[in-house]
C-alpha cells in the first residue's frame, strides 16, 4: 500500500511537470507568434511611409548671372562692389540655408562664360593661381588666356569672397572649390553648340551643393 501511495505521488508530480513544460512551451511559442506579426507589421508600415513620402529633392543651383550690374568686366574676373554686396547679402544666407538643410559640406562654384574668343594674353594661371587661392596676391593680377582660365577666374574670385565672410564667422564648417565650365556647358546643362557671339544668357556663376565621399579606384 505504501507502495502504491508513493507511486500515485510520483505519477501526479510527473504529470504536474509534463504540464508545465507544455504551458511553457506554448506560451513561448505564442510569443514568437506575436513577435512576427509585429515585425510584419512595421515592415509593412515602413513601406506604406516610403510610399507616401517621395525621396528627397536634390538640393538647388544658386546662380549669379552676369549681366547688367553684376556683370565681370569683358575679360576680367573682378567682382563689382554691387555684386559683392549681393554676394554677402543674398547668396551667403542661402548657402547657409541650404548646407544646414542638406546636410552639405561642400560648395563648388563654377565658372561659365560665352562663346566669344579670350585668347588676347598669355595666361599666367599656371604661376599664380595657387597664390590667389591663398590671398597672396588679388584675382586681378592673373590673365587669363582662353574662356577656361577665364570662367576658373571668376568662380576663384567668388570663391574669395566667400572665404572673407567664412573669416568673420559665417559659413562655419564648409570648403568651397573653383572650377570652370568654360563655354561648353548652357543654362540648361546640355553641352552648347560653336556660338562666337556674345550671350548673356550663358555667362554666369553656378553654386552647386555636395557631399563627396571617399574617392575609390575602380580596376
Not at 554686396?85 to 562664360?113: D, F, W
Amino acid at each position: 500500500m505504501r507502495y502504491s501511495r508513493r507511486s500515485h505521488q510520483s505519477q501526479e508530480e510527473l504529470n504536474i511537470w509534463s504540464a508545465f513544460t507544455d504551458l511553457m512551451s506554448n506560451t513561448f511559442m505564442i510569443a514568437m507568434l506575436l513577435l512576427l506579426i509585429a515585425i510584419v507589421k512595421g515592415a509593412i508600415a515602413q513601406t506604406e511611409v516610403t510610399k507616401i513620402q517621395p525621396p528627397k529633392s536634390p538640393p538647388p543651383i544658386l546662380v549669379i548671372e552676369d549681366e547688367g550690374a553684376y556683370r565681370f568686366a569683358s575679360g576680367s574676373a573682378e567682382i563689382p562692389p554691387i555684386m559683392n554686396a549681393y554676394i554677402k547679402n543674398k547668396i551667403v544666407p542661402e548657402i547657409e540655408r541650404n548646407t544646414k538643410e542638406y546636410q552639405i559640406n561642400v560648395v563648388e562654384i563654377i565658372g561659365h562664360t560665352d562663346g566669344q574668343g579670350n585668347g588676347s594674353a598669355a595666361s599666367n594661371l599656371d604661376q599664380n593661381l595657387e597664390k590667389v587661392a591663398n590671398a597672396s596676391i588679388p584675382v586681378s593680377q592673373l590673365k587669363a588666356g582662353s574662356n577656361a582660365d577665364l570662367g576658373l577666374m571668376r568662380a576663384l574670385a567668388v570663391v574669395r569672397v566667400l572665404h572673407d565672410v567664412q573669416a568673420k564667422g559665417q559659413l562655419k564648417g564648409l570648403k568651397f572649390k573653383a572650377y570652370s565650365a568654360a563655354q561648353l556647358i548652357l543654362p540648361d546643362g546640355n553641352f552648347a553648340s560653336v556660338n562666337r557671339k556674345p550671350d548673356a544668357t550663358r555667362r554666369r556663376i553656378e553654386i552647386r551643393f555636395t557631399r563627396p565621399g571617399e574617392p575609390i579606384k575602380v580596376k
